[in-house]
């Protein structure tokens, strides 16, 4: 079964950076969109970020805007999450996702990985 | 940004029930619309894609329904493994949104 892993979460002081990763099978990985999604502990979920296959279209939430990057090394079939000047509100568990889009039919976001924890605290 | 709102937040059942989750939005999402289940300490699951349509491996208890603003999840016969979260989203505008979900309890 495909399936996307996730790395890099820990505990991070507030105003500090972190760098998510994601690992996705080639299969998965090849000419499709990618997104983040965070759920904060016992909260929803909260996309923030997607990138597509080109990384020519680039989108962010407003509550992550300038503070998070998200990028792809598509030779290495990785997925990437910059976070810096990070806030208590931050403080999630961040899953990287498949989202799939293609000649106008919306087939969701299909596959998800485990997710990683991040934890903003003095 | 398009808002979802579903109903009702909590939906208490027993196996063997029928669930109907609602989910309703601020403007025409058309068709790009999906549902998710997440259990306890997982990731979420694709469930419906398209409004309508089961993802690869999920029973046929499950459907979906709707259009515009209006959709519905549709749970036939609730299993003991149905009892989860239940979340739709839309991928019509930026920003992607989902809803703030519906808990399926025993």
């Known amino acids: 079964e495909e399936q996307l892993v996730e790395s890099g979460g820990g505990v991070v002081q507030p105003g500090g950076s972190l760098r998510l990763s994601c690992v996705v099978p080639?299969?998965?990985?090849?000419?499709?969109?990618l997104v983040w999604v965070r759920q904060a502990p016992g909260k929803g979920l909260e996309w923030i970020a997607y990138?597509?296959?080109?990384?020519?279209?680039?989108y962010y939430a407003d509550s992550v805007k300038g503070r998070f990057t998200i990028s792809r090394d598509n030779a290495k079939n990785s997925l990437y999450l910059d976070m810096k000047s990070l806030r208590a509100e931050d403080t999630a568990t961040y899953f990287c996702?498949?989202?799939?889009?293609?000649?106008?039919?919306?087939?969701?976001?299909?596959?998800w990985g485990q997710g990683t924890t991040v934890t903003v605290s003095s | 940004e398009i808002v979802l709102t579903q109903s009702p937040v909590t939906l208490s059942l027993s196996p063997g029930d029928r669930a109907t989750l609602s989910c309703r939005a601020s403007?025409?999402?058309?068709?790009?619309l999906a549902w998710y289940q997440q259990k306890p300490g997982q990731a979420p699951g694709l469930l419906i894609y398209d409004v309508s349509n089961r993802a690869t491996g999920v029973p046929v208890r499950f459907s979906g329904s709707g259009s515009g603003t209006d959709f519905t999840l549709t749970i036939s016969s609730l299993e003991p493994e149905d009892f989860a979260v239940y979340y739709c989203?839309?991928?019509?505008?930026?920003?992607?949104?989902f809803g703030g979900g519906t808990k399926v309890q025993i």
């Open positions: 080639e299969f998965t990985f090849s000419g499709f969109s």
């Open positions: 990138i597509n296959s080109g990384s020519s279209d680039i």
């Open positions: 403007q025409s999402v058309n068709n790009y």
């Open positions: 996702a498949r989202d799939h889009l293609l000649a106008f039919i919306y087939y969701g976001m299909d596959v």
């Open positions: 989203q839309q991928r019509y505008n930026w920003p992607l949104t």
